[in-house]
């Protein structure tokens, strides 16, 4: 295939990406009532790592924190960004069929079969951080700071649009992060990266992940920082064994 045909095919391929994300997107818009009650359930009184949290806390429970919106348009824009963003996770396995059978042709059968790995192993860890941020960090860091005061003067309110960004941040860097281990193995296949080095500057890691993650948090505080920062030094320590077994 010519320059030109090469072109064609991108474009063919990035036209019916659009269609597909579109499609999804226009069907979790639809789906509104089912969808919210998917964001929204880290609020509510019945999730069940914030049960868990007031059991630790030992607390009876106690009620859901206010959320508000101040501005006209804002629950209208919200609808549309997160309609887009679950349209975009729900059909990202064809977006990924898609952009594989592109650039496949000019691979290898070996290079095809490291590929196949690669992308596979990076959704599946890319979905288990959306996973973890959702029951774990993102509530356990919500229920904190949001039940935190400096005086029972001062009642805490929620913006709409802060629960929102905090909630898709967090499971957005939690999913990247994810990535560690397949990084590791991809720079272990190439030669980069070998299992003695990483055990060597295990402690100068831990100073990089804790800086890393105080970066990328969105609130800063400590119990996010440390709800961040525990599983991505648990995902390097899998990483050694991951390089470990490839070397």
Not at 148 to 160: D, K
Request: overall charge positive.
């Amino acid at each position: 295939m010519d320059f030109w045909g090469h072109l064609d095919e991108l474009r063919s391929r990035m036209l019916k990406a659009l269609a597909a994300v579109t499609a999804g997107a226009a069907t979790a818009f639809c789906c509104k009532d089912r969808l919210f009650a998917f964001v929204m359930a880290p609020a509510s009184p019945d999730f069940v790592t914030y049960r868990l949290f007031d059991r630790m806390a030992g607390g009876g429970g106690g009620g859901s924190i206010d959320l508000f919106n101040p501005e006209l348009a804002q629950q209208f824009l919200t609808h549309l960004r997160v309609s887009l963003m679950a349209g975009l996770l729900a059909v990202s396995p064809y977006l990924l069929y898609l952009l594989f059978g592109f650039v496949s042709p000019g691979l290898y059968a070996g290079e095809r079969r490291c590929a196949v790995k690669a992308v596979g192993g990076g959704y599946v860890m890319f979905l288990l951080g959306v996973a973890l941020s959702y029951f774990v960090v993102f509530p356990f860091a919500f229920r904190f700071l949001g039940t935190y005061q400096v005086s029972p003067e001062v009642p805490n309110r929620i913006a709409l649009s802060s629960y929102i960004d905090m909630l898709l941040l967090l499971c957005l860097l939690m999913g990247v992060m994810f990535e560690l281990p397949i990084l590791c193995w991809l720079l272990a296949k190439v030669g980069l990266l070998k299992a003695p080095l990483m055990a060597c500057y295990r402690r100068h890691a831990v100073v990089v992940i804790l800086i890393v993650a105080a970066v990328i948090t969105p609130t800063g505080d400590a119990v996010t920082l440390a709800l961040v920062s525990l599983p991505v030094y648990l995902l390097y320590e899998l990483s050694i064994l991951i390089v470990k077994r490839t070397a």
